[in-house]
């Protein structure tokens, strides 16, 4: 499901990027115009590059225009694996090229010698049978025939409770109009049974977005073991995360919680503890340690209530005076 996702966020940008980028191109020649308005932002990049790569050669007709030898102009500057001369072959009255380097075969775009040819030829617009469908804006938009229900204009049909949903709310509404009258009674139940009837038949082939699908392949699923379910369509178990669980960690006063009981550990009551507990021997309780002044160090009072500490510190005001 992430890798779907994921899948879909980048197609969904870049054709969002190819809609905003709708300037007119002015440059490049009619060839370029026009696969501009082809091609996504991806390709026409790349048939650039190959429209840049094919100025660097010249088209020579031989015979009667049906057979092209494209050739570099400077055979010097070819490396010496690469070829400096090849055939294009004209078909079908210009609608289709075939060159013998076969990137059109291997790559769907016609090469940079097929374009010198083109541009020579003086066509202004690349033939239909030269577009591969799956390198163009509308590649989303097309679909067989048997997937024509599904079309892109329509992408909420994908949903696995829009169906379902929709069917339910005008399923709601003829039950309402139903029940206004025993006339109405009749004429809904007889809709029903005849649509009952029609559906019987068509409704035997299921592609499996339906919710009851769904509903009823997950009460099944744990039936079947894991090795010998070869296309799960169940969601994957979520990794175990490190750490201590959320669910276990301390609670605070303020989410309205039971306090943990505090018991005495000598007669096990909730009311007190050892320290006020009633039961206890008085021998064991430690007397309190008298107060000790930490000024002067005489028993009796505190630092604060002594009365050196006072003259000590009229003596340190006098000296910073």
Same mark, same amino acid.
């Given at each position: 499901?992430?890798?779907?996702?994921?899948?879909?966020?980048?197609?969904?940008?870049?054709?969002?990027?190819?809609?905003?980028?709708?300037?007119?191109?002015?440059?490049?020649?009619?060839?370029?115009?026009?696969?501009?308005?082809?091609?996504?932002?991806?390709?026409?990049?790349?048939?650039?590059?190959?429209?840049?790569?094919?100025?660097?050669?010249?088209?020579?007709?031989?015979?009667?225009?049906?057979?092209?030898?494209?050739?570099?102009?400077?055979?010097?500057?070819?490396?010496?694996?690469?070829?400096?001369?090849?055939?294009?072959?004209?078909?079908?009255?210009?609608?289709?090229?075939?060159?013998?380097?076969?990137?059109?075969?291997?790559?769907?775009?016609? @090469?940079?010698? =097929?374009?010198?040819?083109? %541009?020579?030829? !003086? *066509?202004?617009? &690349?033939? +239909?049978?030269?577009?591969?469908?799956?390198?163009?804006?509308?590649?989303?938009?097309?679909?067989?025939?048997?997937?024509?229900?599904?079309?892109?204009?329509?992408?909420?049909?994908?949903?696995?409770?829009?169906?379902?949903?929709?069917?339910?709310?005008?399923?709601?509404?003829?039950?309402?109009?139903?029940?206004?009258?025993?006339? @109405?009674?009749? =004429?809904?139940?007889?809709? %029903?049974?005849? !649509? *009952?009837?029609? &559906?019987? +038949?068509?409704?035997?082939?299921?592609?499996?977005?339906?919710?009851?699908?769904?509903?009823?392949?997950?009460?099944?699923?744990?039936?079947?073991?894991?090795?010998?379910?070869?296309?799960?369509?169940?969601?994957?178990?979520?990794?175990?995360?490190?750490?201590?669980?959320?669910?276990?960690?301390?609670?605070?006063?303020?989410?309205?919680?039971?306090?943990?009981?505090?018991?005495?550990?000598?007669?096990?009551?909730?009311?007190?503890?050892?320290?006020?507990?009633?039961?206890?021997?008085?021998?064991?309780?430690?007397?309190?340690?008298?107060?000790?002044?930490?000024?002067?160090?005489?028993?009796?009072?505190?630092?604060?209530?002594?009365?050196?500490?006072?003259?000590?510190?009229?003596?340190?005001?006098?000296?910073?005076?």
């Amino acid at each position: 499901m992430k890798m779907q996702y994921i899948r879909d966020e980048e197609e969904n940008y870049e054709e969002r990027r190819n809609k905003l980028n709708s300037k007119k191109m002015r440059t490049g020649g009619p060839l370029v115009v026009d696969a501009h308005k082809i091609y996504t932002l991806k390709v026409f990049s790349l048939f650039c590059e190959l429209k840049e790569q094919s100025e660097f050669y010249r088209a020579i007709a031989v015979g009667n225009g049906l057979r092209y030898e494209v050739e570099h102009y400077d055979l010097n500057r070819v490396q010496h694996w690469c070829k400096g001369r090849y055939t294009v072959q004209v078909q079908q009255d210009g609608l289709l090229y075939s060159c013998e380097c076969g990137f059109y075969e291997h790559f769907g775009l016609p @090469c940079c010698h =097929i374009l010198r040819v083109m %541009i020579c030829c !003086g *066509i202004q617009k &690349l033939p +239909e049978q030269m577009i591969i469908q799956r390198w163009t804006k509308l590649a989303r938009h097309v679909l067989p025939t048997d997937l024509a229900q599904y079309n892109r204009d329509n992408p909420a049909l994908l949903a696995q409770t829009y169906r379902h949903s929709s069917l339910m709310l005008k399923a709601l509404k003829l039950v309402d109009m139903g029940d206004s009258n025993a006339q @109405c009674h009749t =004429i809904a139940m007889k809709i %029903i049974e005849d !649509g *009952i009837d029609a &559906l019987a +038949e068509f409704s035997k082939d299921k592609d499996g977005l339906g919710l009851s699908h769904n509903q009823v392949q997950d009460a099944g699923a744990a039936s079947v073991p894991d090795e010998l379910d070869e296309f799960p369509q169940r969601v994957p178990k979520r990794k175990t995360e490190r750490g201590r669980p959320s669910n276990k960690r301390p609670k605070a006063s303020h989410e309205k919680l039971s306090k943990r009981p505090r018991f005495c550990s000598l007669c096990r009551s909730e009311k007190h503890t050892l320290q006020n507990c009633h039961d206890r021997d008085p021998i064991t309780k430690k007397t309190r340690r008298p107060p000790t002044c930490s000024g002067c160090g005489i028993l009796g009072h505190s630092v604060d209530r002594c009365s050196r500490a006072e003259d000590q510190v009229v003596v340190r005001g006098f000296l910073f005076m």
